[in-house]
């Protein structure tokens, strides 16, 4: 088994600012998908994408993913928690984070984007989602740096014990969503978009793929100590991502039986 190194969440302090690692992963995984973006537009600018396009639409993304994420939070997993406090929703420094929250928040501001720049909202959808899992991945290494997020029990030769936990040796599950959420999806979605697909595909595709490798890792995952198991002995994040997987198959059905011949941006 391997022994957590307890990381210092904080990497760098400059006087009174505290500089922490989660942070710095949010910020890795914003300029990974910034620089992935502005790839795709310069590639092919008959596609219609600035620069300027893509700068933008990382902008409304920041703001979609911290709101969101945060309010998701919130609302998914301590409302009573923070309707008994209310002001320590803005005690983001604390962490409490919801992807499915983060998820939410792109789609409007995605949506808001595409109004603003008379696109067609699949349109935009499509170019963004395989920006996304690299943001993914960098948030489970600093999930594993803050030794949060931590796995249920296990005997297996890869099991690390966070010692601020317990004592016994757990699933890396932080890992798993790095290795499944960030980089499989990833390539799975950057070489799917590499051709002409039909507007919508890459959207679905995308929930699809995220809704099940996280339904899987969750199986690894110990629950939230205040919520534990859900119905069917299932967590919350599998609650959640049964949604989307429908939602996902239900926009590829759509996306391939529409008679439309209106494609999506390709790489």
Do not use: C
Not at 4 to 11: N, W
Not at 22 to 44: D, E, S
Not at 204 to 228: A, C, K, W
Request: aromatic share 16%; hydrophobic share 50%.
């Amino acid at each position: 088994m391997i022994v957590h190194p307890q990381f210092d969440p904080i990497a760098l302090r400059l006087g009174p600012l505290a500089i922490r690692w989660y942070g710095l992963m949010y910020l890795a995984g914003f300029v990974v998908g910034l620089m992935l973006g502005r790839y795709r537009a310069t590639r092919r600018p008959d596609l219609g994408w600035t620069l300027k396009d893509v700068d933008d639409l990382l902008f409304f993304a920041v703001i979609g993913v911290v709101l969101g994420g945060r309010l998701g939070y919130v609302l998914f997993y301590k409302l009573g928690d923070y309707l008994r406090d209310p002001i320590h929703i803005f005690y983001v420094w604390e962490g409490g984070m919801s992807f499915h929250g983060g998820f939410l928040g792109v789609i409007i501001a995605m949506a808001y984007f595409a109004w603003r720049r008379h696109k067609h909202w699949f349109a935009v959808t499509d170019f963004i989602a395989p920006l996304v899992p690299p943001g993914l991945g960098f948030g489970r290494i600093g999930n594993f740096i803050n030794a949060e997020l931590w796995g249920r029990p296990t005997n297996l030769p890869w099991a690390v014990v966070f010692p601020n936990v317990d004592e016994l040796g757990r699933h890396p599950s932080q890992l798993y969503e790095f290795a499944l959420e960030g980089v499989l999806l990833f390539v799975i979605l950057w070489l799917f978009s590499a051709k002409r697909r039909p507007l919508g595909a890459v959207s679905g595709l995308f929930l699809v793929g995220y809704g099940t490798v996280r339904f899987i890792v969750e199986f690894s995952r110990e629950p939230d100590s205040f919520l534990g198991f859900l119905a069917l002995g299932l967590t919350m994040g599998q609650w959640l991502s049964l949604p989307m997987i429908v939602a996902g198959i239900i926009v590829l059905v759509w996306a391939y039986r529409r008679k439309s011949s209106i494609f999506s941006d390709p790489l």
